[in-house]
């Protein structure tokens, strides 16, 4: 039997008549190596050299970006701002690609070597030879921050600039790059560098003395000129002589008498006020730090106003007293021993500006680290700033007489404060600006950096560093010869 089949009416469900969930758009996530090559490019012009080396080991996209000419030429240049480097060491348009990026990782190489655990003492890696011209002797150096130009002054007062090339490849040219004649009638030394302002040129200040009298000569010198030469620009004389020099940016602090004297030399302003005799002395933010064997003593210094002329009289301004006064943060009984030169040469861009004092203390030579903090409010009767001591640290052994070198750089994240000791050894104490007590000292050199007559006091002016570049030099064989020393190598 058969059984009658219900045939339905309703409609039959349809692809179109059911309601499908709207479609979402997949979303791949974003890598770096879909960026274009434009953006990879540009965003490694404000990464550090290691990173872009981190990049390179990605994938071989990321890692062609990372060998372009004009990023390496973007990276040096802001090295060369953060670190203070005088811009014409480099010839940005003739260095090749591997030659900037050599340069621009010098300084963490360098500093990576230094703080490994098992390093207290280093040796070049190489070393070239400059003479002086004729039978005369070195007596003195400076290294320009850069590592490539050198001054030199011979023991018959001439001064000479020197090419030394940004390559340890470079051969130096016998020939200096410009030379300022000799002059028997006064005792004179380089006292301070300072780049001009367009950054292409310095100013070379020069300490003279004949008699009593002291002055003070500035000149103006373009290595890159197509004739570079010596220009005098200004010369300032004090009858009462010069007992300390000091120089920051645009100015010198001269300590004749028992008066104080601010010399803008760029515009030729000046200011003089009665402080006493106090010994070293430093300019910093607006104020002068006089260093005694008690303390520091820091004036505001009042404004400045048109020079005199060449020659004084330096008439002190009234009333102008000290506005603080600062005893030692140590125990009685230690003997401070030198504040460490300042130097005219800025630092860097950005930098924490460190002021180093050393101590031949009762456990050792110890060497202070102070900052300039500023001051809250706008208190025009106080400083900006004012020193701190921030860390204290015992440099080496005991029983080693230690002596204040050339002025401290920053290398990479850290600050290098080069120091001396008896035994002609030149060492650096490597610190982090911010965890100043975390340091470290390494010996960079020892043995022939000789003193120019057997038995004297070691002369600081002996040696140039410059840890931007790995490279020290120093006089050898009674002056006879500079060793330029070079601690880091093309790979």
Not at 272 to 277: D, S
Not at 317 to 322: A, D, K
Not at 401 to 410: L, S
Request: aromatic share 10%.
């Amino acid at each position: 039997m058969c059984h009658p089949v219900s045939l339905s009416t309703s409609p039959v469900p349809t692809m179109s008549s059911r309601k499908m969930p709207p479609l979402k758009p997949v979303r791949r996530p974003l890598l770096l190596a879909h960026l274009p090559l434009e953006v990879l490019s540009i965003t490694q012009h404000f990464l550090e050299p290691i990173d872009i080396l981190s990049l390179r080991l990605t994938c071989k996209r990321i890692s062609s970006t990372t060998r372009d000419r004009t990023t390496w030429t973007h990276v040096l240049r802001r090295l060369c701002s953060t670190h203070g480097v005088f811009v014409p060491t480099f010839r940005f348009g003739e260095m090749t690609q591997r030659e900037l990026e050599h340069a621009a990782l010098v300084p963490f190489r360098f500093l990576a070597f230094l703080t490994k655990d098992d390093i207290s003492s280093v040796r070049p890696r190489a070393i070239r030879l400059l003479v002086p011209p004729g039978q005369a002797r070195f007596m003195e150096l400076f290294l320009v921050s850069g590592g490539r130009y050198l001054f030199t002054q011979t023991v018959d007062g001439r001064i000479d600039l020197w090419d030394l090339g940004h390559s340890v490849a470079s051969v130096i040219n016998p020939s200096p790059v410009a030379s300022l004649g000799e002059d028997d009638q006064t005792e004179s030394s380089i006292a301070a560098l300072e780049p001009t302002k367009d950054g292409l040129g310095m100013y070379m200040v020069i300490r003279e003395r004949w008699g009593t009298a002291g002055r003070l000569s500035i000149y103006l010198v373009y290595p890159l000129s197509p004739t570079p030469e010596f220009v005098p620009f200004r010369v300032k004389t004090f009858i009462d002589g010069i007992n300390y020099f000091s120089a920051s940016p645009g100015m010198c602090g001269i300590h004749h008498g028992v008066l104080f004297t601010v010399w803008d030399y760029v515009r030729d302003l000046t200011v003089t006020w009665t402080v006493g005799r106090e010994n070293y002395s430093l300019i910093s933010q607006g104020c002068a730090l006089l260093f005694d064997a008690r303390g520091i003593k820091m004036w505001k210094i009042p404004e400045l106003h048109a020079s005199c002329g060449d020659v004084g009289p330096f008439e002190p301004e009234p009333n102008v007293i000290p506005v603080f006064s600062f005893q030692y943060a140590r125990q009685s009984g230690q003997l401070y021993e030198k504040c460490m030169p300042y130097t005219a040469w800025p630092r860097g861009e950005g930098r924490t500006e460190i002021l180093s004092y050393m101590a031949q203390a009762e456990d050792g030579p110890m060497l202070d680290y102070y900052t300039m903090e500023t001051l809250p409010g706008n208190n025009v009767k106080l400083p900006n700033a004012i020193p701190l001591l921030r860390a204290s640290t015992n440099i080496c052994k005991n029983d080693i007489r230690v002596i204040p070198a050339i002025a401290g750089r920053y290398c990479g994240r850290c600050f290098f404060q080069p120091f001396t000791t008896w035994e002609d050894n030149f060492m650096v104490n490597i610190t982090d600006p911010e965890n100043l007590a975390q340091n470290k000292s390494v010996q960079l050199y020892k043995d022939d950096i000789s003193r120019l007559t057997e038995g004297q006091y070691p002369n600081t002016d002996l040696y140039g560093f410059c840890p931007m570049s790995g490279r020290l030099c120093g006089l050898v064989t009674g002056g006879r010869e500079i060793r330029v020393m070079d601690f880091i190598l093309p790979k």
